[in-house]
């Protein structure tokens, strides 16, 4: 490919305009990779496609040629091999119709094996021989242009058009006459470099091929246990800015083997790769449906529940220690185990707001006292607690921490008449705080994972809080790779 096609393939782009605002398909989560997310990516692209050519080995080449005073020499190179690349300048472009990745200048250093045989019948007798040589490639110039596109929930690279051009060859014989120096240039110039050119044409290919399968293997859902799916599969085609590009992500839990009440999906979302002001390589938004959308889940699967007959001071666990705060209950069971049957009585509202997260829990606590091995409900207490989340990053996870802000109890139903709610009240806003709370951010800590690649982990992620989305802006960085890869330096 001519040098001139590589650049043409830039201009095939409609560079579009709109900046940093696009429409996307209608869906919970969305990711940006901005143009810095870009850059980064056309760097590993550019090391694992240099690490893949590197001793590349092209095939043989023959040759004949009359040589004057010698005779019809047959010259055959064989071993040719790619020592090393270099990039010089490379550069990577997004527009509507596809991303190209343009390498100009890099150069190569191969190395081969030289062989030639003379037989004419002013030598009787055939003469060989053999030797190395090194070949110094410069002016190389590599393009590819693809695109990416949905194809059932995953995202699909095709490569559109690529190519390789040799600028410059310079070969250096080792050993050799003058004559084989003079035929390599004249009669094997052109075959080395259209050898070179093919192969990493080829290696392209290979390349895209080997990434799209990366793609499709993504999974479409992420099942985050017992009882939750979160659909994680892509909606709409990714939209290609000038500088960035965008996608769209479902984002609802569903029950496992169920099908969930659908949330309200809003068209043509607008997404900012905008991250107050810092530059980082991708933003990941979540809309507040999907925290909306599990909370349904784990409501309807009724995994809001909790069992309390253990505390670290288990004296509240029996009728004894009320004694002065509900006589009532003591006098009609003394010294009785309780339990506290804790369940939440309908899906908790959340909100996303400009600071945090914010939900409204209403709990129904049934006081239980256990008599001769029986257990008897004696009160329902219905609670309602407002609560603010924090929400950070633990590992590639989004994960939360609940904060109490406010608490009332009411006396839904008693067996053992009238209680002093205010009483009743401060012991369970210590118990929400000893208790409840620190097991909810137990339950919270681990939180969901967010969309990114295996193998890549998030660095320096901030959270954004942007009514209705919170969002994840962060740069990112190879995690672990090279665990589990062989490496010819450690055996
Ligand atoms: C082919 O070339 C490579 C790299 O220069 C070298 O390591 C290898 O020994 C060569 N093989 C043969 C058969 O000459
Ligand atoms: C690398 O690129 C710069 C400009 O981008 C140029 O000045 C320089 O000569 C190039 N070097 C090589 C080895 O091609
Ligand atoms: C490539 O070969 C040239 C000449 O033999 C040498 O100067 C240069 O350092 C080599 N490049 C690399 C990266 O080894
Ligand atoms: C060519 O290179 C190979 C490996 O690099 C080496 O074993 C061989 O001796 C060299 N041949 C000549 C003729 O220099
Ligand atoms: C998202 O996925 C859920 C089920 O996982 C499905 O019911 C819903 O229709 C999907 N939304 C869109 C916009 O495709
Ligand atoms: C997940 O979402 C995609 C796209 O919205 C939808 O087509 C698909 O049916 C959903 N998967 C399930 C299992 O509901
Ligand atoms: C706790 O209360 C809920 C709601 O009333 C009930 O469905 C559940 O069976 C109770 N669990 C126990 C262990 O008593
Ligand atoms: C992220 O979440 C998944 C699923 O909930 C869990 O298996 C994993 O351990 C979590 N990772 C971290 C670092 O907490």
Redesign the pocket.
């Given at each position: 490919m001519a040098p001139s096609i590589v650049f043409s393939l830039v201009s095939l782009l409609l560079v579009s305009t709109c900046g940093y605002v696009q429409p996307l398909e209608e869906g919970f989560i969305s990711a940006v990779l901005s143009d810095k997310g870009l850059e980064f990516a056309k760097e590993l692209l550019i090391e694992k496609g240099i690490a893949s050519t590197v001793m590349l080995q092209l095939p043989e080449i023959e040759n004949s040629a009359q040589v004057p005073l010698v005779g019809k020499a047959k010259v055959v190179l064989s071993n040719i091999t790619i020592n090393n690349i270099q990039v010089n300048s490379s550069s990577v472009k997004t527009g509507e119709s596809g991303i190209v990745l343009v390498i100009s200048g890099a150069t190569a250093n191969l190395s081969m094996t030289w062989r030639y045989t003379i037989s004419s019948w002013l030598i009787p007798i055939g003469i060989s021989d053999s030797g190395n040589a090194s070949i110094e490639v410069t002016g190389m110039q590599v393009g590819l242009t693809v695109n990416l596109r949905n194809q059932e929930g995953s995202l699909k690279l095709t490569l559109l058009d690529y190519g390789c051009h040799v600028g410059n060859l310079l070969i250096k014989l080792e050993g050799g006459a003058s004559w084989l120096y003079q035929l390599l240039v004249d009669a094997f110039e052109g075959n080395i470099a259209s050898a070179v050119e093919e192969g990493i044409s080829e290696k392209i290919k290979e390349g895209i091929v080997n990434l799209d399968n990366l793609l499709q293997s993504l999974p479409k859902q992420i099942s985050?246990?017992k009882t939750a799916v979160l659909n994680v599969s892509f909606i709409g085609n990714p939209v290609l800015s000038s500088s960035s590009i965008a996608i769209a992500i479902n984002g609802s839990f569903t029950k496992k083997n169920e099908v969930l009440v659908p949330l309200d999906y809003q068209q043509g979302l607008k997404i900012s790769a905008a991250c107050g002001g810092l530059q980082k390589m991708m933003k990941v938004s979540i809309h507040e449906n999907v925290l909306k959308s599990a909370s349904l889940v784990y409501y309807s699967a009724r995994k809001m529940q909790l069992i309390i007959d253990k505390l670290p001071d288990q004296d509240i666990l029996n009728t004894a220690k009320w004694r002065f705060i509900v006589p009532q209950l003591y006098k009609r069971y003394p010294n009785d185990d309780m339990q506290l049957n804790i369940s939440v009585s309908s899906p908790p509202v959340i909100q996303l707001t400009y600071q945090d997260i914010g939900a409204t829990i209403f709990l129904d606590i049934i006081v239980e006292v256990l008599e001769k091995g029986e257990l008897i409900p004696v009160a329902i207490i219905s609670v309602k607690i407002g609560a603010s989340c924090a929400v950070e990053i633990?590992?590639?996870?989004i994960?939360g921490r609940l904060r109490l802000q406010q608490l009332s109890t009411y006396l839904k139903w008693s067996k053992i008449g009238n209680l002093h709610m205010y009483l009743i009240q401060s012991v369970m806003s210590s118990a929400l705080k000893t208790v409840i709370i620190p097991y909810l951010n137990y339950k919270l800590?681990?939180?969901?994972?967010l969309p990114i690649v295996d193998g890549y982990g998030f660095q320096n992620a901030i959270i954004l809080y942007n009514h209705p989305w919170i969002a994840v802006c962060s740069d990112v960085s190879l995690e672990d790779y090279y665990l589990g890869q062989p490496s010819p330096y450690i055996s």
């Open positions: 985050l246990d633990v590992g590639n996870n994960s800590k681990r939180g969901f994972p």
